[in-house]
């Protein structure tokens, strides 16, 4: 499929109120277990915000509060103008009366109607602008033949397709997706982000997202909150979460990286892959110093001012890139680091390379003092 | 901004107290639930009420021969399905042999035939002066009893194999879905480990579906517990014919109701065994691939074997009394039609639809309760009060009558006592306690299909709709009806079908003079009179085949790829 064009009618009517989802210092407890504390978190109009962070750290408590699902019991959550829910004791307005458009990890299509009936279900039988509207978009998102299917013999893009224009269909104030892409198979699910990336640009609505998947948030988001633990870790745009995390658990969000202690010492930080700069580190210090495999620049032939010798482990093509093992010994016992070379870089197994660092690709977390 | 140390406290505080004390839903939730068992909690206060005389006299007299004669009974019988319903599960799903399709379905028919039914059928051609006996007579020239041997069918062995071949089927349905869930990987490694097929279904497949099997076994006992009409029919003096006796004939309530609480044991003891078999059954899942199933081709005398061994008990348990059922009803129609027949089948009708109404009402309001409402009490008041479908109908009975006598008394006393006026006995007596009795039984039937309706309707499409603007009444409307409605609609009918069938509960609680089509058949049949009732027997077993058809077709669907049909 192509990415799909929405109409104009897309647009909601109400676009210009401009609205904007703000929660501020929600929490919110079940039992005695507490998923999300002191949480605020700000989507302006026409912004898409990812949160992001492993299963169980509290992220689609926060949609559902959002959505009125739960009721909030600490903080306040206004839509535009208006209170929707305040935790201090105020009122909760009641989910079908947030205008907010909610689509659902597992789609929850309703099995007993159609793929249109399931589209139009929050219209109210006169709006005929939208139904038209409904009917139009599904023709141009390809799903025009399967209008009166039911949701059980479309396949799964499909139906997440017909799940975002649910909830998009009554041209809700904010919209919040919980996983949107999680139910898919992996070779599908770089093209129906695309797609579901220009549907919801061209929507212009206010967007929070949540998904556990690091190149997902990257791909989609204006703005990154990292949670964990119920708690608002980190929040930047995509490229200071990956280049700048504020702490370990952000950096390896993104995947396995080389982790190596360090002393300062005269000045500079001395670790097995040589000197750093200290930016400021005060002497004796200690640190961690994290090093991403992209982040591994490596050479061959292997000589001295090219950088630190590693032996080759392992080497493996993965197409792109190539990923290798190196160890820091002249075997395998050594410690060992991964490493990604862009293209094609099949050293001999057992032999030297060189390994250079840039400085500004290191992460450096100072320990806190002994 | 709040505290910290608030935020995290206030939340919990409210949970903590909410898990103990049930919300509104939680309360409505535990009353309803709490009505319903109130027979249960009856029977149980019996019991534990001391009444050593009673006991005594029980101990000397007729305790132990119950006790024996009940363990005889259930133990033969889950012999007997065990024998016959792993048997024909595992020919029809694992092996290949004529007419393989149709047993497939039509082994599920001898369910619709209720035990009592059964008995009289076979009683009525195998007694002396039974069809066959006479037939044999004839042949062989014999002229009276001493001239030849044959078995009594009024015993201990006949009411085993009458309930064997009725009861079957729970085994059957249960192990062949079991057999279907295997992995036929499984089958294959032990075949390629050396195993032969033979022995592959005893160190395998046997062991994986046990717990299925061990389920199938413990309905079809508790069944077998409940029936009153063989037993009694046959003189095989167990507790649910004590019971019975006990209470109509010696005219002893309590010693009924301590009876019935020694019952009880035994329906605890197999409700453990159910429930533990069932937890069993989640770990026995090999693997979800389903392919097609391997199919072992029987040739020769192994298919005729085969063959054979799944027609007997179609035959015995379905077509002999169907077609005897038939004939005598066309024989007289007229005589039955003068015996009251359409008012006696309209009191059925209307009794049992009256129950179905009540039973998927209740069911409804306890499912809803359960997902809306909070707290481990409601929760576990709605599993007690659902245990009713073990227990047999006499113990029920009771456990109707007793607090129903109660009220009944109380009221009387107090309208005499204010208004100078006796009010008689306003329930017991009346359709009303017949209705109370179903509703304790069959509950079970219908709130578990209806909460497994419900579980299909996933949280998520309740909050899609609340966010597309539907108010909660209108999510009810446009959401839940539409994919309940075949739920409630099977709910019905599974109550309606097994109260038309019901026996105990009716003859123990019906108004003097009022008959359904289970009290006539048993009554006619009891006066020798069997075959002036048989248009009325036949109808039960019409009604008990709706469900067996139904259920018979979803057989056949059951597994892709594997309807009927043979496999390359």
Same mark, same amino acid.
């Given at each position: ?28 407890? +079940? ?11 700000? *989507? ?75 589209? *139009? ?14 009917? /139009? ?6 799903? #025009? /033949?399967?209008?009166?299917? +039911? ?52 929507? #212009? ?13 990257? +791909? ?22 990956? +280049? ?22 005269? #000045? ?5 892959? #040589? ?36 032996? *080759? ?58 | ?48 009420? &001391? ?15 119950? !006790? ?25 799903? @694992? ?69 064997? =071949? ?7 349905? $249960? ?17 390629? =480990? ?13 062991? =994986?579906?046990? &717990? ?77 691939? %389903? ?80 997902? @809306? ?27 109707? %009558? ?15 006592? !204010? ?41 998520? @499409? ?26 409630? $609609? ?9 109260? @038309?069938?019901?026996? &105990? ?45 139904? =259920? ?7 597994? &892709? ?8």
């Amino acid at each position: 499929m192509t990415s799909p064009m929405i109409p104009p009618a897309a647009a909601p009517t109400t676009m210009s109120r401009a609205d904007g989802l703000h929660m501020l210092n929600v929490s919110h407890a +079940f039992g005695d277990h507490t998923v999300v504390s002191g949480v605020s978190v700000f *989507v302006n109009p026409g912004e898409l915000v990812c949160l992001l962070g492993p299963s169980g750290c509290g992220k689609t408590t926060l949609l559902r509060l959002a959505a009125g699902l739960e009721d909030l019991q600490v903080g306040r959550i206004t839509i535009g103008e208006d209170t929707v829910a305040d935790g201090q004791g105020g009122a909760q307005m009641p989910p079908e009366k947030r205008n907010v458009g909610l689509m659902f990890q597992d789609f929850a299509l309703f099995p007993h109607l159609t793929v249109y009936e399931n589209i *139009v279900f929050g219209l109210a039988e006169k709006d005929r602008t939208r139904r038209e509207w409904a009917r /139009d978009t599904l023709t141009t998102m390809g799903l #025009g /033949d399967y209008a009166d299917a +039911f949701p059980h013999t479309l396949s799964g893009g499909q139906q997440q397709r017909v799940a975002l224009l649910r909830a998009l269909a009554p041209a809700p104030r904010v919209l919040l997706l919980d996983e949107p892409f999680s139910g898919l198979d992996v070779n599908r699910r770089a093209q129906i982000r695309q797609d579901t990336f220009q549907i919801l640009s061209r929507s #212009g609505i206010a967007t929070l997202m949540v998904t556990h998947d690091p190149e997902e948030a990257m +791909f989609m988001a204006d703005r990154i909150m990292v949670m964990q633990h119920g708690r608002i870790v980190q929040s930047g745009t995509p490229v200071e979460i990956y +280049f700048h995390p504020k702490t370990v658990f952000v950096a390896e969000l993104f995947g396995p990286v080389n982790r190596l202690d360090c002393r300062v010492e005269n #000045g500079a930080l001395v670790s097995a892959l #040589g000197r750093f700069p200290a930016n400021g580190l005060a002497e004796g210090a200690e640190a961690q110093v994290l090093v991403r495999p992209e982040a591994l620049n490596l050479s061959q032939p292997a000589t001295a001012d090219a950088g630190i010798p590693l032996t *080759v482990v392992s080497a493996r093509s993965l197409g792109r890139s190539t990923h290798l093992t190196l160890s820091l010994g002249d075997d395998d016992a050594g410690p060992l680091f991964n490493a990604r070379m862009p293209g094609v870089f099949l050293p001999e197994i057992g032999s030297r390379v060189s390994a250079r660092v840039a400085p500004e690709h290191l992460l450096i977390f100072p320990k806190s003092a002994p | 901004m709040p505290h910290p140390a608030a935020v995290a406290d206030r939340p919990a505080t409210r949970y903590q107290l909410a898990r103990l004390i049930p919300d509104r839903w939680g309360i409505i939730t535990l009353a309803v639930a709490l009505f319903v068992a109130t027979p249960l909690i009856a029977v149980a206060t019996i019991a534990m009420t &001391p009444a050593p005389d009673i006991w005594r006299h029980l101990y000397n007299t007729v305790l132990f021969g119950y !006790v024996e004669r009940t363990v005889m009974l259930i133990g033969g019988i889950g012999l007997g399905t065990f024998i016959i319903g792993t048997g024909t599960a595992w020919l029809v799903t @694992m092996c290949r042999f004529p007419g393989r399709g149709l047993f497939n379905w039509a082994l599920v028919l001898p369910l619709a035939v209720p035990t009592y039914i059964l008995a009289f059928v076979f009683t009525d051609q195998l007694e002396y002066a039974g069809a066959v006996q006479g037939t044999l007579r004839e042949i062989f020239g014999w002229r009276n009893r001493q001239d030849y041997w044959f078995p009594e069918i009024r015993s201990m062995g006949g009411a085993i194999t009458v309930m064997t =071949l009725v009861l079957y089927p729970y085994v059957y349905l $249960l192990a062949r879905a079991a057999f279907l869930e295997q992995s036929v990987c499984v089958l294959e490694v032990s075949r390629t =480990l050396g195993k032969s097929a033979w022995q592959s279904f005893w160190n395998v497949a046997l062991p =994986l579906a046990r &717990p299925a099997i061990v389920v199938g076994m413990t309905l079809a006992m508790m069944e077998a517990l409940n029936d009153f009409g063989t037993v009694d029919f046959f003189g095989v003096k167990t507790f649910t014919a004590g019971i019975y006796d006990v209470w109509l004939n010696m005219d002893n309530i309590s010693g009924a109701a301590q009876l019935a609480s020694v019952l009880m044991i035994f329906v605890v003891v197999l409700v453990v065994l159910e429930r533990m078999a069932r937890r069993g059954q989640r770990y026995h899942h090999t693997s979800s691939k %389903i392919q097609a199933l391997p199919s072992y081709r029987l040739r020769g005398i192994k298919a005729m074997l085969a063959a054979v061994f799944c027609a007997l008990p179609i035959l015995f348990g379905f077509v002999l009394p169907a077609s005897v059922l038939v004939s005598y009803a066309v024989v007289f129609f007229d005589v039955t039609l003068q015996a009251n027949y359409l008012t006696i089948t309209l009191n059925s009708i209307s009794l049992s639809l009256g129950a179905a109404v009540i039973a998927v009402a209740i069911g409804l309001l306890l499912a809803y309760g359960l997902r @809306m409402g909070s707290g481990p009490l409601p929760r576990a008041a709605v599993r007690f009060a659902s245990i009713g479908y073990a227990v047999p109908g006499a113990v029920l009975a009771i456990g109707v %009558i007793v607090p129903m006598a109660g009220l009944d008394n109380s009221i009387d006393a107090f309208s005499e006592r !204010v208004f100078g006026v006796s009010t008689g006995l306003l329930f017991s007596g009346t359709v009303i306690a017949i209705l109370y009795g179903y509703l304790a039984r069959f509950l079970a039937l219908s709130f578990g299909t209806i909460e497994a309706g419900l579980g299909k309707v996933s949280r998520n @499409m309740d909050g899609a709709a609340r966010t597309l603007g539907a108010n909660p009444f209108q999510t009810m409307s446009r959401v839940h009806f539409p994919l309940l409605r075949t739920s409630l $609609l099977t709910a019905g009918l599974l109550v309606f079908v097994d109260c @038309m069938k019901e026996l &105990p509960i009716t003859i123990i609680l019906r108004p003097f003079g009022y008959d359904t089509l289970a009290t006539f058949v048993f009554q006619y049949a009891s006066d020798e009179l069997f075959e002036e009732s048989a248009l009325g027997a036949l109808t039960i077993v019409a009604a008990g085949l709706i469900p067996v058809v139904i =259920l018979a077709l979803t057989t056949l669907r059951s597994r &892709p790829g594997h309807a009927g049909g043979g496999h390359p």
